[in-house]
């Protein structure tokens, strides 16, 4: 068919780099119509500019963060998205890690189109229900996101993400326990299914802190017994408390315990408790990040 035929060909381009935060592929071009001449004339008077070798700008050079996603992706080939960290970071359940960006593909073989700007995975195994359209972004989904994470981070940091993912309703029980079962053999499928476990019947998004997931990560570090995390006791609601003691531990981080009305209700409650027979102690975010160690040490001991 004739591209004249078909309209206005720039508009279509707008449009079709519009509805994907800047970027077009030199192979959605050609579906458009565009023969290669086409593509080198405005590649020659900056129509079009080179951002990966078979992916274009659309008259500017300047991308957010989605068009750099999705300028990724496209260089990543046929069926590529964006995955790990950086799905993570567009779910809005984890923030970017590095410079590189993620992109995962089923293609087993080609080449990798920038190593300095792309993280090319390259699973086989990569399933049609573990992908979707997220913001105008092949994404992978929460649940294959999650089994991409997990070799990189620690039990309790895994379980911060899936609490945020709950938080935010993005988060499947069923979808994620599919993953796993049918990924058995990658790295980081035990991890993601223990946590998958020991969340199960308890409810994902416990609403703990940053501070409180580095406190629980502290007693796994350190063999000491996991004390019930947001534990009701005498009435109270408090940090951590390990069932049959008197020991209740809370951690202080300036977030949550910042206003002088917090301050109060605080010391107020650690009164009433220890009248009720508790031991209250307080853990600072400085003691549990810069000496977990000594925190351990003293933990032992009020637990013996």
């Known amino acids: 068919m004739d591209m004249s035929s078909r309209g206005d060909p720039d508009l279509q381009i707008g449009e079709l780099a519009a509805r994907q935060h800047g970027p077009v592929a030199h192979r959605q071009l050609r579906a458009l119509g565009l023969t290669q001449q086409h593509i080198a004339y405005r590649l020659e008077v900056g ?37 790990h960290g950086d799905a993570a970071a567009a779910w809005g359940i984890a923030p970017p890690r590095g410079r590189l960006i993620h992109v995962t593909t089923p293609a087993r073989s080609g080449r990798v189109p920038d190593r300095k700007r792309i993280r090319l995975h390259r699973v086989g195994t990569l399933r049609a229900w573990e992908t979707t359209i997220h913001d105008g972004i092949p994404t992978s989904t929460v649940a294959r996101t999650l089994l991409d994470l997990a070799p990189a981070l620690r039990p309790r940091a895994l379980e911060d993400v899936i609490a945020q993912a709950d938080r935010l309703g993005l988060f499947d029980l069923v979808a994620a326990r599919r993953c796993v079962d049918e990924h058995p053999r990658q790295h980081g499928a035990p991890a993601l299914r223990r946590v998958l476990d020991d969340l199960e019947g308890v409810g994902a998004a416990d609403l703990r802190s940053t501070l409180e997931v580095r406190f629980l990560q502290l007693c796994d570090d350190h063999g000491l017994p996991a004390p019930h995390a947001n534990a009701s006791v005498a009435g109270f ?20 315990h910042s206003t002088p009305t917090a301050f109060e209700a605080d010391r107020a409650r650690d009164q009433a408790l220890t009248l009720a027979g508790y031991t209250v102690v307080r853990f600072t975010y400085n003691q549990i990040t810069r000496e977990p160690e000594g925190c351990a040490h003293r933990l032992r001991r009020l637990l013996a």
Do not use: C, Q
Request: avoid cysteine; charge should be positive.
């Open 237 to 256: 609601m408090v940090d951590f408390h390990w069932r049959g003691t008197k020991l209740v531990v809370e951690t202080d981080g300036f977030t949550y």
């Open 47 to 83: 129509r079009l500019i080179r951002f990966y070798p078979a992916v274009y700008l659309v008259g500017h050079t300047v991308l957010p963060r989605e068009g750099r996603w999705v300028a990724a992706v496209l260089a990543g080939g046929r069926n590529a998205v964006l995955s």
